[in-house]
Every structure is written in structure tokens, then in C-alpha cells.
């Protein structure tokens, strides 16, 4: 007959969460935190593990708080739900009098923590702004996330809020980094500041996604506007060796196979990716590999049908709408 643990009370929890914590300061193995913690009891008061752990870093040093803000991106939606991470935070934001006794500054540290989580989407936006009554400290602390988060491409910013490199991030918190990137750049044009962001992201292994998530961008937007945008983008990243070849074509490959998918949402997208692809092109930074790799309409040909399996040839602008001005070179 199997055993069952009582749950840990509340009054033990620093005890046992504490050495889980110094050991990932030492290894940084967040596996080994979330099996550390999985075999504790504390269901109930899972929603003090933020405000635990955060109280724990506060007393450290910058990089000890990179890795905690790590640590609850990490954890988050994988043993800390949503609600648990908010009441985590709402505990922190009560405790402030009592925080500021063992680190003076603590608003100022919270307000960087809460901006940070934020921005990796373990906190919602609106925890910022909906804050509207509290202690100075907690309007002080809130106040701070809240200039942290207004400040110019901020989200981009707080990957070093600790004054550390973020390094490995979330995948999910990339790919929101990149479309937070790709909808600035979208709205101001300024590709200089386009780069400066992907290159504090440090990903380059992860750029075809950047190439993926702007295609999707212009065939959900249809528009010749947004698509010259995209092909200005695209060509300086590959002309400045930012973006590889292989990236640009691990990012369109990526699209057309995941074309029937975004059909069911963007009936027109595969009309627009032949015209986009013919623009590509004859911008001149795709291949003739990629360019007849896009996915025919209809049922597809076999070798036996006459064509002897050669590749189509490649897409010419006379056949498309789109031209490109010299406004995008």
C-alpha cells in the first residue's frame, strides 16, 4: 500500500527550497530543480516558490538573479502555473516593509524582477499598470517595472536587466522576442536598430526563426507594403552577414512545410508566398534552390508524367504584380 506524504507546511518551505536553490546557482540545471521540487509535497503553497526564491536571490549577487529570473522562466507553465506565478509576485509586493530590513533596495530589485518576467511572458502586462493601490514601496517597485518596460524596445532591453548576457533563453520567449522585433521594425523602419536587436539576442542558430515568423508576417498581411518591408529586412541582414544563407533557407523551407497549416487560417497565403518568393529572388539574396522548392497548388507530379523529375525553373517577375523600387535596396 503506498504512503502518503503530508504536505510540507509553509513555515518549512524556505528550509527545503533553499539548498535546491544554491545547487542551481552552482550548476544551473533547471531539470534538477523541477525534480527537486516535484518531490516535495506542496501543492497548496506552490505559489510561494517565486516569492521564495526571488526573497533567496535578493541577498546575492547580479548573476544569482539572472539565474533565478531564468529559473522562473524556466519553471513557469511547467510546475508554476500562471496564477500560481501572479501570487507569488502579489506575496513579494506585500512583503516589501519586511524585504527592505535584509536589502534596502528591494523595490528597486523587485520592480526588476517583475519587468523581467514580463517580458518573458511569465507575467502579464497589465500586473504593471492594474497595481493601483499598495504601500510607497509597492507603488515604487511597481512604478520601476513600469519604466523598465516604457523605455524604447524595452522587452528587448530586459534580457539584461541584470547587467549579465540573458544567454540561453526559452524558446517561446525567443520567438516573442523576434516578432516584438519584426513589429518595431515593421512600424519604424529603422534597420540599424533592427539589428542592434537581433544581435543582442545573441540566437544565431535561431534566425531561420526570424525568417520564418517575418514570411508568416507578410502572408497574414497580403500587402506589397509589408512585403517590401520584409524583403528591405531580410536583404540587409544577409548583405551585412548577420542572417546566413543557410538560415534564410532553413526559415523559408520551414514555411512551406507548414503551408497546408497556414492555409486553414490564410486562405490566400499561398498566393501570396509565389509572389513574395518571386520578390525574394529577384531581390537576389534567395537561391534557385529555394525559389523552386516552393510547394506546388493542387495534386502533385510524378516522374512518370513526362517532366523526368527536373526542377521547375526559377520564378520570374514577369509573372507576378509585386515589383520591387529602389527603395528597398
Not at 193 to 210: I, Q, T
Request: hydrophobic share 40%; net charge negative.
Amino acid at each position: 500500500m503506498d504512503t502518503i506524504e503530508p504536505e510540507l507546511p509553509e513555515s518549512q518551505l524556505h528550509k527545503y527550497v533553499e539548498p535546491i536553490v544554491k545547487e542551481y546557482y552552482d550548476h544551473g540545471d533547471i531539470r534538477e530543480v523541477a525534480e527537486s521540487l516535484r518531490e516535495l509535497n506542496i501543492r497548496a503553497i506552490r505559489y510561494k516558490i517565486p516569492q521564495v526564491v526571488i526573497a533567496m536571490a535578493m541577498e546575492h549577487k547580479a548573476d544569482h538573479r539572472e539565474l533565478t529570473s531564468r529559473m522562473l522562466s524556466d519553471l513557469y507553465g511547467e510546475y508554476v502555473s500562471a496564477d500560481e506565478m501572479t501570487r507569488g509576485f502579489d506575496s513579494l509586493v506585500s512583503d516589501l516593509e519586511d524585504l527592505v530590513l535584509d536589502t534596502p533596495n528591494a523595490a528597486e530589485v523587485l520592480g526588476c524582477f517583475i519587468a523581467r518576467a514580463v517580458a518573458d511572458d511569465c507575467l502579464p502586462p497589465v500586473y504593471v499598470t492594474n497595481h493601483t493601490t499598495g504601500s510607497e514601496l509597492a507603488k515604487s517597485a511597481l512604478k520601476h517595472a513600469n519604466v523598465l518596460l516604457k523605455k524604447s524596445h524595452g522587452m528587448m532591453h530586459l534580457d539584461n536587466v541584470w547587467g549579465i548576457g540573458g544567454g540561453r533563453r526559452p524558446v517561446r520567449v525567443l520567438v516573442n522576442k523576434i516578432k516584438l522585433l519584426l513589429d518595431e521594425f515593421l512600424s519604424s523602419g529603422e534597420l540599424k536598430e533592427a539589428e542592434r536587436c537581433l544581435v543582442e539576442l545573441d540566437v544565431p542558430h535561431f534566425h531561420h526563426e526570424l525568417v520564418y515568423e517575418a514570411i508568416v508576417v507578410v502572408l497574414e498581411q497580403g500587402t506589397e507594403a509589408c512585403a517590401k518591408k520584409i524583403i528591405r529586412l531580410l536583404k540587409f541582414f544577409t548583405d551585412s552577414n548577420i542572417v546566413t544563407p543557410d538560415q534564410i533557407k532553413s526559415g523559408f523551407l520551414r514555411v512551406f512545410g507548414d503551408l497546408p497549416d497556414i492555409c486553414l487560417d490564410v486562405p490566400h497565403a499561398q498566393h501570396v508566398l509565389e509572389r513574395f518568393v518571386v520578390a525574394c529572388f529577384d531581390a537576389g539574396f534567395m537561391s534557385r534552390e529555394i525559389s523552386t522548392a516552393i510547394p506546388s497548388r493542387g495534386r502533385k507530379r510524378f516522374v512518370s508524367e513526362g517532366d523526368g523529375g527536373a526542377l521547375k525553373p526559377p520564378p520570374t517577375a514577369d509573372s507576378v504584380t509585386w515589383r520591387l523600387s529602389s527603395s528597398v535596396s
